[in-house]
């Protein structure tokens, strides 16, 4: 199974008033960070989805080598950033599933990724999706299957739409770092106590 990995990149952090792609963590920028455990999972193939201001959060990691997409509709919503990469996956590397990851997830790391894929192959099931404050989402892994299903999403509908309809093939990843995200100020000093 060819697995590609897209890692959602293009916000522009309103509510942080910052980019949080560039926020150092670990002592490395977010983008990189993630860009690290993913190379470092067994994914076979990575894009970074880029769409607020794509030349300074380029800045945060090394786009001579990483390969990416600008989402020029990264304003419609997370589904539209999601395409984009699902898409330049399609057309360059043809995977057998995808996993989707954010930016602002800084506690998702290679080990996770390898386990949303080991689970899936184990589990038999289309999806594996992390739980964690009361609901499932990413990072989650989608069969090919849902590929279509994914690429009709519209606005602001992320992958969570197709993980809740089709929970009889959802296997939960228990993930309970996942609900540390980066939206506000408040979240900046809660990783920043890490």
């Known amino acids: 199974m060819k697995t590609g990995l897209i890692l959602?990149?293009?916000?522009?952090?309103?509510?942080?008033?910052?980019?949080?792609q560039l926020i150092e963590?670990?002592?490395k920028k977010l983008i990189q960070k993630a860009i690290?455990?993913?190379?470092?999972?067994?994914?076979?193939?990575?894009?970074?989805?880029?769409?607020?201001?794509?030349?300074?959060?380029?800045?945060?990691?090394?786009?001579?080598?990483?390969?990416?997409?600008?989402?020029?509709n990264w304003q419609e919503g997370m589904a539209s950033s999601m395409q984009a990469g699902l898409r330049f996956l399609l057309e360059k590397e043809q995977p057998d599933q995808v996993i989707l990851m954010l930016v602002d997830q800084p506690l998702v790391d290679a080990d996770l990724l390898n386990r949303l894929i080991l689970e899936k192959e184990k589990s038999g099931k289309g999806i594996v999706a992390c739980s964690y404050?009361?609901?499932?989402g990413v990072p989650a892994i989608f069969d090919q299957k849902y590929f279509e299903e994914l690429l009709k999403l519209?606005?602001?509908?992320?992958?969570?739409?197709?993980?809740?309809?089709?929970?009889?093939d959802?296997?939960?990843?228990?993930?309970?770092?996942?609900?540390?995200?980066?939206d506000t100020a408040e979240d900046l000093k809660r990783l920043e106590n890490w």
């Open 133 to 136: 404050s009361d609901t499932l």
């Open 36 to 72: 690290d455990e993913a190379q470092k999972s067994k994914a076979d193939t990575l894009v970074v989805v880029l769409g607020w201001n794509p030349d300074l959060i380029k800045s945060g990691f090394d786009s001579e080598i990483i390969p990416f997409v600008v989402n020029e």
């Open 154 to 168: 519209k606005g602001s509908d992320g992958a969570k739409k197709v993980i809740s309809k089709n929970k009889v």
């Open 25 to 27: 963590f670990q002592g």
């Open 8 to 20: 959602l990149a293009a916000g522009s952090s309103s509510r942080l008033g910052r980019p949080k």
């Open 170 to 182: 959802v296997f939960e990843l228990d993930f309970p770092l996942g609900a540390m995200d980066l």
